[in-house]
């Protein structure tokens, strides 16, 4: 679809499609925007060497932002030598990343080292902050960071020529559907803040929306037509859930039913959207938006 970017699928949990990692050649080597958990790490060195590449070759990886899909292998890149380009919020959690893994094995138990692999630090001299508009110049290719909460306080949306690499802000999008899921986990979730980065997206000079999960898409309005519709169910949902607050347990099982019911409204049946629970699972996504509720609109 876009020759200047090659989609690298990494078969996250031994499934395609999920999570994708985008590679842009320059004049010194090759650009990676996310780069997926350190358990996939193998699979991406398959698909570099299937176009005649190493991992030599990665002078720069650019992270939308620091959650482990994203960028669990961001240390190991950077002990090969790439530059880590990160929001300033998520930089400590490279360079020391004790919480946030204290946090996910919390979440994920036994299964940690399964889905994620290693997540080591990346040394500080590797590691590169940018701010809101920063021009990112890499060997004659030009990148934008646009700053956009909503997913995560710490997240990067990056315009390149005519393409957005939307990370999470951008929803998840797989299968080869339409449908089009806002991922919702605690714990920074912020519907305010996602409106206002969904319109600045808008607004932005592209027309091929690229989410990490999964894929290039050449249908910007579209698409985000689709991420505010149903964002805006979800919160609407949320509202009318929360005056007889249930237990925690019996929102997931009601925000199931939502998702499910979503999905059909875009006219796909649930059996075709089981893949959507391997990108943004929806009792995860159910705990952030009851989070949410908790932390910014139950008083």
């Known amino acids: 679809m876009y020759p200047t970017v090659q989609t690298l699928d990494v078969h996250f949990d031994n499934k395609p499609g999920i999570i994708g990692v985008y590679c842009i050649e320059h004049r010194d080597g090759i ?9 996939t790490l193998p699979v991406l060195l398959d698909a570099l060497r299937a176009h005649d590449l190493t991992a030599q070759d990665v002078t720069d990886v650019l992270l ?3 959650h482990l899909d994203h960028a669990g292998a961001a240390g190991w890149w950077a002990q090969q030598g790439a530059r880590i380009h990160v929001h300033p919020v998520g930089a400590p959690h490279l360079l020391n990343p004790e919480k946030l893994l204290a946090s996910a094995q ?11 692999g290693s997540f080591l630090p990346v040394p500080a001299d590797k590691l590169i902050e940018h701010h809101d508009d920063d021009a990112i110049e890499i060997g004659g290719r030009t990148f934008v960071a646009l700053d956009t909460p909503g997913h995560a306080e710490h997240h990067f949306a990056y315009l390149f020529e005519d393409v957005c690499f939307s990370g999470d802000v951008g929803g998840v999008r797989v299968g080869g559907l339409t449908h089009v899921r806002p991922p919702t986990p605690p714990p920074e979730i912020h519907f305010e803040k996602w409106r206002a980065s969904i319109a600045r997206l808008r607004q932005a000079a592209f027309q091929i929306i690229a989410p990490t999960h999964f894929g290039l898409h050449a249908d910007k309005t579209r698409h985000l037509d689709a991420l505010a519709s149903n964002l805006g169910a979800i919160e609407n949902w949320m509202v009318q859930e929360m005056r007889d607050p249930p237990t925690p347990e019996v929102f997931r099982a009601h925000f199931a039913a939502l998702m499910a019911e979503l999905a059909r409204a875009d006219g796909y049946s649930l059996s075709e959207v089981s893949v959507y629970g391997d990108a943004a699972g929806t009792d995860m ?13 139950a008083a």
């Open 64 to 66: 939308t932002h620091i």
């Open 285 to 297: 996504s159910a705990d952030g938006v009851y989070r949410y509720w908790k932390k910014f609109r």
């Open 31 to 39: 650009v990676l925007v996310d780069c997926g958990p350190g358990s």
């Open 106 to 116: 919390r979440i994920y138990g036994a299964d940690m080292q399964r889905l994620w």
